[in-house]
């Protein structure tokens, strides 16, 4: 199975702050990557996928690049709303892997 | 509006078996990928299985092969997720979420609010 690393674990940040989060897998995918955030109690929400696309009415502040197996997730500036914890996902094969989480804390 | 409703979750004991269901609206529930997704109290998210909008095609995490059945009715609307010999470590909330196209290989766009499955005795 292919594995997915995120780092940090966890992040203090102001808003206003621009932060960037990684993602690692232990092979290969392409650029068969998903970025999602959730809040506490709620469902995951899309935010990035192949990569770098922006999914429909995802603020632009969001921001993916990376391919092959090191991937980042970028908030351009951070607002109230973005602290969350955010998972990278691959989809390069049938059975899916999610990386650990980042959680986004206020600094 | 696209919604996913899911349905089914509870208590139940150890080597018991519970079914989940997902109501789809919204979209041409056939032309889509489906999947479930869960999450242990604290966890992260973890993969379970997913089904082609055909249903002829079903995929399983190794955690679950061999004891959960994920399966689909267009005519319905509606995915389901059969669990067998359920363990503690089944203990999550279930997702069932769409994929961003008919083949199973894609990411997933639009989640259900979860239901919550809890296995103790």
């Known amino acids: 199975d292919i594995q997915m690393t995120q780092s940090p674990s966890t992040l203090s940040a102001s808003v206003g702050d621009r932060v960037t989060i990684t993602c690692r897998a232990s092979q290969s995918i ?42 980042t997730l970028t908030i351009s500036s951070l607002q109230p709303d973005d602290f969350a914890t955010y998972y990278c996902q691959q989809y390069n094969t049938y059975s899916k892997t999610f990386g650990q989480g980042t959680k986004v804390e206020i600094k | 509006e696209v919604q996913l409703l899911e349905s089914g979750g509870g208590l139940v004991q150890p080597g018991g078996s519970l079914r989940l269901s997902c109501a789809a609206s919204g979209f041409t529930f056939s032309s889509y990928a489906m999947h479930w997704v869960r999450q242990a109290p604290g966890k992260g998210l973890e993969w379970v299985s997913g089904i082609s909008g055909s249903g002829g095609s079903t995929y399983y995490a190794d955690s679950v092969k061999g004891r959960f059945t994920i399966s689909r009715d267009n005519s319905k609307n ?18 069932c979420a769409k994929g961003k196209g008919e083949d199973p290989k894609t990411t997933l766009d639009i989640w259900g609010q979860g239901t919550m499955v809890i296995v103790s005795s």
């Open chain 2, 78 to 95: 509606t995915l389901y997720l059969q669990m067998n010999s359920l363990r503690a470590e089944d203990t999550a909330v279930y997702y």
């Open chain 1, 30 to 71: 392409n650029s068969w990557l998903a970025w999602y955030q959730q809040k506490p109690g709620t469902a995951p929400k899309l935010l990035i996928y192949k990569a770098s696309s922006l999914e429909s009415g995802v603020p632009s502040r969001f921001s993916g690049s990376g391919s092959g197996t090191e991937f």
